[in-house]
Structures are given as C-alpha cells and as structure tokens.
C-alpha cells in the first residue's frame, strides 16, 4: 500500500497547483492535499509505536478525512471508520470490540492506550456491517486483498475519462467508499465533496456541471428520478453496487439520464468491496440485471443456487474469530442462464409461505414496475405475508387489481402498509428493524 502512496506523491508533485478535490466551498489542490496529509502524520508521530495499533475515527467524510486515510496507509496503520452520526451506544460497542490505540473525532485524537492489536500484521483496514442481521461484525481486510481490488477496479474504471470528477454518497464507514479514495490515490480521477449529504445533495452536485461520476447504491433511484425531473441534469458515468439493481429502476434511470453510461457491482463486503461487474448496454432489454464478470484472481461458485466466493480478494476474517478458510458463503441465491449469474435474493429472503416457497426478492421486483411506487419491502411476518410500499399516492383497490396480473396467488401480499418515506440505514438502504418494529407497536 505504501507503493500506491509513493505513485500518488509522484504524480501530485508534477501537478503540484491543480485542483485535486472540489467542494461545496474552495477547492483544493494536490499540494494542499499532501499538506493535510503530511499534518496528519506528524500527529500520529506523537504517539510511540503507533503502527503496533489501530485508528478508529468518526469523521465527517471530505478532504480533511481522506488526508487522514492517506497519513495511515502511508505509515501501514489499520483504520476503522465509524459512521458521522453513529449513537454513542453504537459507538461504544464498536470501539469495544475493535480495541483501537486512538479514536479520532472532530474534536480531539484520544490515546485509548492499547498498546497492540489482535489485527494480522498486514491489515489494511477493518470495516464493521451494518448488523441488519445481528451484531455489526467486523471484517478484516489485508493489504495484499486491497491492492487485487485496487488493481481490478482501476481496470474496470478504464471507460471513465482520466481527471473526471467523482461524487460518492455514501461515509467513508460504507466499504463502497473505498472505490472513492483508491481511485484518487491512482490519481484516475477527482472527488467532490458536499456539506450536506442525502439525494437533494446529489442532484445540487450533478446540476452544477461539476461531477461527472457518481458511486452510490441504486436504492437512491427512485428518489433521485423523482426529484430530478425536469432538471437539468447530466452525468457521464453513474456506479451502482451494493445491493439489487431493478430493471425498472435502470429504465427510470436512464430515461432521466439517457446519455449516461452505467456499470452494476456485485461484491460482499468480505470479497472487498466488489469482486464483479459490467458497464450495461443500453439496448439490452432482458427482465433483470446480472452481476457482471468475475474480477481477475476471484472465482465464483454455484452450489444448490447459492453463490459462494473464493479468490484474492476475500476478507481475511471477522474481528475476535480465527482466519477464515475456504470458499465464502454469500448467502445469494443466484441462477445462472447462459453463462450470466442473475442475482434472485438472499437465501433469507426465500421462504415457506402457506405451504409455498416463495422469493421476497421476486415480489419487490415486480412491484417496483408499479406508478408511483419508489421502493418496496417485501416479508414474512407470523401468518401475513407484508409488502411495505414507499408512495405519494396509493389506492390499495387499484394495486390489488394490478397486482393480481402479475403474480401468482400465493405470492400476493395479504397486508400492504403504504408510507410515504422509508427509514434509512446510514448507507441509505432500507432500514428493516424499524419498518417491522413500528409495525409491532402499531
């Protein structure tokens, strides 16, 4: 990792005065850059045998934040970012379990006096899920996984125009980041960064002419064509990944934005970040998306419709468990048809409803197809097969009515309950736990 820094600097100081990063506020050039930088590790001097232990920060994401990941990968310190706005409960249970030497915040760099870590030698960074299944795990990603992933999405990057400006969604605490801030260290492109975060943000950014890129996760779709029509909006390439890419969602997309070049990712976060993934041909008019080519050194498994991952990229394991060991369990169910893998849902998100097995993931696809419907959730709850619906209008009657052409029987929800906004993860995908809690209190 160090070798990516070294290639940075080299190429910055020949640039030395250009802009590197624009803002809502001034821009900032490469020398500026390499300054915050070059201050962040003079901090980090002061605490002896700092390499011996790990950072956590919880920063807001933007060129002060990124300095800081530059100043650790440059010296090999493990990091762990935290989500800005985390809760200090959430806080406190990551810190406990990461066991870091210094906790980084807005305010103040606090010694926490862990001398070493548990962490393998080589470790690059730790990045903690969500917990939508449990208890946030932490996954140990090592340096030499990095650079395959560094290598792979730097060639996958290659239709992007070199210097294209790039605006990433997501905190830094989301691995989907680390597209953002791998890509600038090859010096492939620019970032941009916003005070406010959120999908009015974003269009602010496209509208502006500043961006050309964007990274995010296609949940944001439906929010961003809703609230982008009738803008003037264009954007040269748009990146999605992290969860399922709806046709419908693709079509909305691109009727928005025609002359904008897409590319769907596939990739757990124990596979770093992603580990397949293709740029869409606008003409391809099949039913749903495919998750893309395999990346050089990964290999991708089918056994009884369930995609197991194996190659060079692949976590090093969870934080407090021993090294994982053979093919990753994904958990997707996926079918392969001529020689495409289509992603059908988590192996979760299959089950036994009134005798008939059934995929949610099925049911939110087709329903997504609907007027009016910007995002759906589909589950299993005692004897009620549920369809949670985000819309500004709904007439149950009429859906029912739609919905009946287009599914069989045993797949047609026995309660809808229709919202007018869904409660968000910090990653901006639907947050379950308080879709089914309220729905338990109420």
Not at 282 to 300: A, L
Request: hydrophobic fraction near 40%.
């Amino acid at each position: 990792m160090k070798l990516l820094c070294e290639e940075f600097r080299l190429l910055a100081s020949k640039s030395i005065n250009d802009s590197a990063i624009y803002t809502s506020g001034e821009d900032i050039s490469f020398g500026d850059f390499l300054e915050m930088s070059s201050l962040w590790a003079k901090k980090l001097e002061f605490f002896p045998d700092i390499e011996k232990g790990t950072v956590a920060f919880k920063l807001a994401k933007g060129p002060h934040s990124l300095a800081l990941i530059y100043a650790l990968i440059e010296k090999e310190i493990p990091f762990c970012p935290i989500y800005p706005d985390a809760s200090k409960e959430e806080q406190d249970l990551l810190i406990s379990t990461l066991n870091p030497r210094l906790f980084i915040t807005e305010d103040e760099v606090t010694d926490l006096k862990n001398e070493s870590s548990d962490l393998p030698i080589d470790t690059a960074y730790v990045i903690f899920t969500s917990g939508t299944t449990g208890r946030p795990k932490g996954v140990v990603i090592q340096r030499d996984a990095l650079m395959s992933f560094a290598e792979n999405i730097d060639n996958f990057t290659n239709v992007i125009e070199k210097g294209a400006c790039l605006y990433g969604v997501s905190d830094w605490a989301f691995d989907q980041s680390v597209l953002e801030w791998i890509l600038f260290f090859k010096n492939k492109i620019k970032l941009y960064f916003s005070k406010n975060q959120g999908i009015p943000a974003l269009i602010e950014v496209i509208e502006s002419k500043k961006c050309e890129a964007i990274n995010a996760v296609p949940d944001i779709i439906p929010t961003l064509v809703k609230l982008g029509a009738g803008r003037d909006l264009n954007l040269k390439y748009a990146m999605f990944g992290g969860s399922l890419l709806y046709r419908s969602w693709l079509n909305d997309f691109q009727a928005l934005l025609p002359n904008t070049k897409v590319a769907c990712l596939y990739g757990p976060t124990e596979a770093t970040v992603y580990c397949s993934g293709q740029w869409l041909n606008i003409d391809d008019d099949s039913s749903s998306v495919d998750i893309g080519v395999p990346f050089k050194g990964t290999q991708f498994h089918i056994v009884n419709d369930e995609l197991l991952i194996s190659g060079d990229q692949l976590m090093w394991g969870y934080l407090g468990e021993n090294k994982f060991k053979g093919n990753y369990s994904t958990e997707d169910s996926v079918e392969s048809i001529d020689e495409k893998i289509y992603f059908k849902g988590r192996k979760s998100g299959f089950t036994k409803f009134r005798g008939f097995r059934i995929s949610t993931v099925e049911i939110e696809e087709k329903v997504s197809e609907f007027n009016g419907v910007s995002n759906s959730y589909a589950c299993i709850d005692k004897d009620n097969l549920l369809l949670f619906l985000e819309t500004d209008d709904f007439n149950e009657v009429e859906f029912r009515r739609w919905i009946k052409d287009k599914l069989s029987s045993y797949k047609i929800p026995t309660r809808i309950i229709a919202l007018k906004k869904f409660p968000l993860l910090k990653n901006n995908k639907i947050d379950t736990k308080t879709l089914l809690n309220d729905i338990s209190e109420n």
